[in-house]
C-alpha cells in the first residue's frame, strides 16, 4: 500500500537526514556475502535492472550494494553523440524541467523556483555568467545508472562543495518543497568550453551517501569547500565526471544565446547518456 503523499513529505522534515544517511550507507557497503546478494538480487528483480549492458554481468561478483548501484557500463552500451555541435546528455534519466533563466530564477516544478546565485552556493560573480543563459534538470530514478558524464569537451575551472539538507529529490518532493535544491548539499563543478563556461551541478539527497569525481577519491562532507583547479584537468565529452551512490539529480547550466535546448524534449522526457539533447548556436 503507498504512502499517502502528505505524510511521505512530513517524514522528509522528521527524519534526521544525515544519520539515516550514514546508517543506510553502511549497508549498502556491507560486504557481507549474504546480505549484498540479497539486497542486490531483489534490487534486480524490483527495478527490473539488466545487467547485460553492464561491464559485470554476474551480481554475486559485486564485493558490495553500493559497488552494484555503482557498476560501470559496457563501453559501447551508450553510443555518444560524435558532432562537435552536440551536446551529450551527462546521464540516464529523466529531464524533470529545461527552458531559460529568467530572472535569475529557475523552474524547479509547477509554481515552485529557485535562485541562480543560491544554486551556486552565494556566489554572484559565477551566477553573472549564467544569468539570461539556458539550464536543464536530470533526475536519476533508483533503476538508472548513476555514473555522470561530460555532455562537451571541457576543462575544469573549479569545484564547489555546498552543505546542505538531504531531502529526496524524487518527483512528489520536487513539487512539494519550496527551494529544494538550495537546500540540498550540491557539488558544483564548473568547465570552461569551447561555448563558455558549462556548469555540471549534483545535487545531493536523503540516502546519497556521497558524491565523487573522478579528480578527487573522496566523499565531500563539511563545510563549504572551493577548489580552484591549478592543475588544469580535461575532460572528453563523454568522459566519466563522477557519480552518486543512490539517486540524485544533475542540473546543467550554460550561458546566454551559447546553446538551445532540442525542440522534442519536454518536461518528463527520458534521455539515455550520450544522446544528443543540445546543439551549439551558430551551427
Known amino acids: 500500500m503507498l504512502m499517502p503523499k502528505s505524510i511521505f513529505i512530513l517524514l522528509q522534515y522528521l527524519t534526521p537526514h544525515y544519520l539515516f544517511t550514514q546508517l543506510m550507507g553502511r549497508l549498502a557497503e556491507s560486504q557481507r556475502f549474504w546480505l549484498k546478494n540479497f539486497l542486490i538480487k531483489r534490487f534486480i528483480k524490483h527495478y527490473k535492472i539488466n545487467l547485460g549492458e553492464a561491464i559485470i554481468e554476474t551480481p554475486d561478483v559485486y564485493s558490495s550494494f553500493n559497488q552494484f548501484f555503482i557498476r560501470q557500463l559496457k563501453p559501447n552500451a551508450r553510443p555518444i553523440c560524435q558532432e562537435e555541435h552536440e551536446i551529450a546528455s551527462p546521464v540516464d534519466g529523466i529531464i524533470t524541467q529545461l527552458g531559460t533563466i529568467f530572472n535569475n530564477q529557475l523552474l524547479q516544478a509547477k509554481n515552485y523556483y529557485y535562485n541562480l546565485e543560491n544554486l551556486l552556493g552565494g556566489n554572484q560573480l559565477l551566477a553573472d555568467n549564467f544569468h539570461n543563459g539556458l539550464y536543464?534538470?536530470?533526475?536519476?530514478?533508483?533503476?538508472?545508472?548513476?555514473?555522470?558524464?561530460?555532455?562537451?569537451?571541457?576543462?575544469?575551472?573549479?569545484?564547489?562543495?555546498?552543505?546542505?539538507?538531504?531531502?529526496?529529490?524524487?518527483?512528489?518532493?520536487?513539487?512539494?518543497?519550496?527551494?529544494?535544491?538550495?537546500?540540498?548539499?550540491?557539488?558544483?563543478?564548473?568547465?570552461?568550453?569551447?561555448?563558455?563556461?558549462?556548469?555540471?551541478?549534483?545535487?545531493?539527497?536523503?540516502?546519497?551517501?556521497?558524491?565523487?569525481?573522478?579528480?578527487?577519491?573522496?566523499?565531500?562532507?563539511?563545510?563549504?569547500?572551493?577548489?580552484?583547479?591549478?592543475?588544469?584537468?580535461?575532460?572528453?565529452?563523454?568522459?566519466?565526471?563522477?557519480?552518486?551512490?543512490?539517486?540524485?539529480?544533475?542540473?546543467?547550466?550554460?550561458?546566454?544565446?551559447?546553446?538551445?535546448?532540442?525542440?522534442?524534449?519536454?518536461?518528463?522526457?527520458?534521455?539515455?547518456?550520450?544522446?544528443?539533447?543540445?546543439?551549439?548556436?551558430?551551427?
Open 136 to 283: 536543464a534538470t536530470f533526475y536519476l530514478a533508483p533503476h538508472h545508472y548513476h555514473r555522470v558524464h561530460m555532455p562537451l569537451n571541457g576543462t575544469l575551472e573549479q569545484t564547489i562543495y555546498v552543505p546542505g539538507k538531504l531531502f529526496s529529490v524524487n518527483p512528489i518532493m520536487s513539487e512539494s518543497i519550496p527551494q529544494l535544491f538550495t537546500r540540498n548539499e550540491r557539488l558544483i563543478t564548473i568547465f570552461n568550453t569551447h561555448v563558455g563556461k558549462m556548469a555540471v551541478i549534483l545535487i545531493g539527497a536523503m540516502i546519497v551517501g556521497n558524491i565523487q569525481t573522478v579528480w578527487l577519491n573522496h566523499p565531500f562532507r563539511g563545510n563549504k569547500i572551493v577548489t580552484l583547479s591549478s592543475n588544469p584537468i580535461t575532460l572528453s565529452k563523454g568522459a566519466e565526471l563522477g557519480y552518486f551512490k543512490i539517486g540524485s539529480t544533475v542540473i546543467l547550466l550554460y550561458e546566454q544565446n551559447k546553446i538551445r535546448w532540442e525542440p522534442s524534449l519536454i518536461a518528463k522526457t527520458n534521455v539515455q547518456l550520450g544522446q544528443c539533447v543540445g546543439i551549439l548556436n551558430n551551427t
